[in-house]
């Protein structure tokens, strides 16, 4: 049974996007919307099934007013200029990217093309953008905020006061995530709690990761907010129940596939919230114009099950600040 007191999505540009539901502008006008994901396609159908439901609150449904060309990288970064290349050849209206290295790729395969972009951090410090507010180019979308990584580490200390190591798996082909590491390790510092980082490109990588954390016990494990890592979420979560850790994850869907805990923002949220954006786009508006839209309140969701199993109590300070307890 799922208990559910969930908070307000509040966004930055709150009042610049308040409007109607609206149809689609140019009765008769298809338009052809392209999808960039990392992702295998099994993987990554929530988060374009989240942008569809966006689409469709603002009238714009497949087979009536819009097409959807979806480009995957299966599990490989690398392949993403290429589908990046790809959509800009089939002059798609906009682009919707899946993370830092998708927006990325997009962006360096056409400055023309408008981008939408959900599931970034640091959008300003990795180059997508000049600034939230005035974000330049053709490129702009929702993303997260740097003292969420900060919060996750102080639930875990809450939770376990004598932790003193984290396992961090990162993806260091991801810029964003390689600054949401460098932000996790300040915060670190301050809490006294020491940072072991473990890269991951792929899921060759995830043997040997979990052989060395599992040598080294750190005591708990996080992860960054990166499409290629929650694409890998089901083993990852596994590997940590099998070795009784502490976890703390950057997505709802890692505690709904068995997780301890997640804190920050929805990231399906972000992708249904893009939507806007598309549809601010195609009806003229210029990315270069449209503000960086960033989660002003939080979910803290707790896998109640998984606590148990593993014979942790979870402090009723920290409890009754959940915005839903899976039990």
Request: charged residues 20%; glycine residues 8%.
């Amino acid at each position: 049974m799922t208990h559910t007191k969930r908070r307000q999505f509040l966004i930055g540009a709150s009042v610049f996007f308040a409007a109607p539901l609206v149809r689609a502008q140019q009765a008769g006008k298809v338009y052809r919307i392209g999808w960039l994901s990392p992702a295998t396609a099994a993987d990554g159908l929530p988060n374009l099934a989240a942008l569809r439901t966006g689409l469709r609150e603002f009238g714009y449904v497949e087979g009536r007013n819009i097409t959807i060309e979806a480009r995957w990288g299966d599990g490989r970064s690398e392949r993403l200029p290429q589908l990046a290349a790809e959509l800009v050849r089939l002059r798609v209206d906009v682009i919707c990217a899946a993370g830092t290295p998708s927006s990325a790729a997009a962006k360096q395969a056409t400055s023309t093309v408008p981008i939408v972009f959900a599931n970034v951090a640091f959008p300003d410090r990795t180059g997508l953008v000049a600034s939230y507010q005035r974000p330049g180019g053709n490129i702009t979308g929702v993303a997260f905020i740097g003292p969420e990584y900060g919060k996750r580490l102080e639930l875990l200390k809450e939770i376990s006061p004598g932790l003193s190591r984290v396992a961090l798996i990162y993806n260091p082909d991801n810029s964003a995530s390689v600054l949401a590491l460098e932000e996790t390790q300040r915060w670190a510092a301050n809490l006294r709690v020491g940072i072991e980082p473990h890269k991951f490109r792929g899921p060759q990588d995830l043997e040997s990761i979990f052989a060395k954390i599992a040598g080294k016990w750190p005591g708990a494990l996080m992860t960054t907010a990166d499409p290629l890592i929650a694409s890998y979420r089901k083993r990852i979560v596994d590997f940590v129940a099998k070795n009784r850790l502490l976890s703390m994850y950057p997505g709802r869907e890692f505690v709904e596939a068995g997780g301890l805990m997640f804190y920050g923002g929805s990231i399906p949220e972000m992708y249904r919230r893009a939507a806007m954006y598309v549809d601010k786009i195609l009806k003229g508006a210029k990315p270069a114009d449209l503000p960086i839209e960033q989660p002003m309140k939080f979910e803290l969701v707790i896998n109640f099950k998984t606590a148990k199993t593993l014979g942790l109590k979870i402090p009723q300070s920290v409890l009754a600040r959940a915005d839903e307890v899976i039990e």
